[in-house]
């Protein structure tokens, strides 16, 4: 019998915990399409934060798991990528 | 536009986007303005489809080890870079020269995907118990296929990413996720397996969709009031799009992404001499 591959599951955790800010997005957004004025504009930003924060976090994670396994160079590549957005927003918001 | 039409037609474009990794904003965006809305009202909508496509889709498509996250932060790397220089020369080229480029570019992109016959990476018996996903370290990994388990390796990584600063300038440019150019970059280019380059291409543009929405945001550009119907079809249009390309045969799925790639290149061509 062979051992059980440390790896088998490392997708499926990434994957339950992405389901989160999915299930927030789709009550915000679908109760958002129900609603109006100040209660709408509200759930739209909400919506928009989560749209934003979410692909930015996940760099990060990423970040964290690659120095846990001492991939040092996709650890700079994420850094880097990160440093990018960061100047990317600062000089196309201006 | 009302709500009922602008979630219909997010759904869809997110389902066919989702189907060849290319985002919904490169079908959105052009619909949407046909149909009478100013192009930089488009535009944030387009990027809000992409991102809700993206985060319906990245479950899914992180379960099934299809996601190269090394290959999409390499990548992304220099997508963004192009993204932020794009934004900046945005004023200076005219509508009509950028959206002749667009066109070409999908055209061509379309023609070399769609002229291709069969399966460039093949399975490989030695690695049927391999666990699906990246190997650490390195832009290589395996996926499973219906036919067995297909071990890749990223070829001319310095010419993907060339590719992938135009696709992220195309997107600085014009709002949408430029989708459309990772993914025949990183298949044909780079010669990743057609699904992983779509899902690692899914995974990209919701970054870039990201970095363009807190722009719009913090430019005050983003209409609320569309926001949920534009997020709740993107968020279904997502699901739907990428268990239907969990089932697709690589050939087909490549087939798929030409034929939507050829249409969006007639589609943006058209727009420039409308």
């Keep these: ?94 | 536009m009302n709500a009922p039409t602008i979630f219909t037609l997010s759904a869809i474009a997110a389902i066919l986007g989702t189907l060849g990794g290319i985002g919904g904003a490169t079908l959105l965006v052009p619909v949407l303005v046909i149909s009478g809305l100013a192009p930089i009202e488009a535009a944030p909508l387009g990027l809000l489809s992409v991102a809700a496509g993206s985060l319906a889709a990245a479950g899914r498509q992180a379960r099934a080890g299809l996601v190269h996250h090394r290959l999409g932060v390499v990548i992304e790397i220099a997508a963004s870079a192009g993204a932020a220089f794009g934004a900046l020369i945005a004023g200076a080229l005219s509508a009509t020269v950028l959206s002749v480029v667009l066109g070409a570019a999908a055209l061509t992109a379309a023609i070399a995907g769609g002229s291709r016959s069969g399966m460039r990476n093949l399975p490989d018996v030695s690695f049927s118990e391999e666990t699906p996903g990246e190997w650490p370290g390195t832009l290589a990994g395996q996926y499973v296929s219906e036919v067995g388990v297909v071990p890749y390796q990223a070829e001319r990584v310095p010419l993907g990413m060339a590719f992938a600063a135009v696709a992220g300038m195309v997107s600085g440019l014009s709002g949408v996720g430029g989708g459309f150019i990772k993914v025949p970059t990183m298949s044909e280019v780079m010669r990743v397996p057609v699904k992983v380059a779509a899902a690692t291409s899914t995974f990209t543009i919701g970054i870039t969709a990201a970095v363009g929405l807190t722009i719009y945001a913090l430019k005050d550009r983003i209409d609320v009031s569309q926001v949920g119907p534009v997020v709740a079809g993107g968020l279904l249009g997502g699901v739907i799009g990428a268990g239907v390309q969990h089932r697709l045969s690589p050939v087909r799925a490549r087939r798929i992404t030409s034929l939507l790639l050829g249409v969006v290149g007639i589609v943006v061509i058209m727009r420039a001499f409308w």
Excluded: H, K, M, Y
């Excluded at chain 1, 997005?25 to 399409?33: C, L, M, Q």
């Excluded at chain 1, 160079?73 to 850094?79: D, E, H, L, Y």
């Design chain 1, 1 to 94: 019998v062979n051992p059980p591959d440390p790896r088998a599951d490392r997708n499926e955790l990434f994957g339950r915990v992405l389901l989160a800010p999915l299930i927030v997005v789709a009550a915000t957004a679908a109760v958002g399409t129900l609603l109006s004025g100040q209660w709408e504009r509200l759930l739209a930003w909400v919506t928009v934060a989560v749209l934003v924060v979410v692909p930015i976090l996940r760099i990060g994670w990423l970040i964290s798991r690659w120095v846990r396994r001492g991939d040092q160079r996709f650890v700079a590549a994420g850094c880097a990528l990160l440093a990018v957005i960061a100047v990317g927003v600062t000089v196309a918001s201006r």
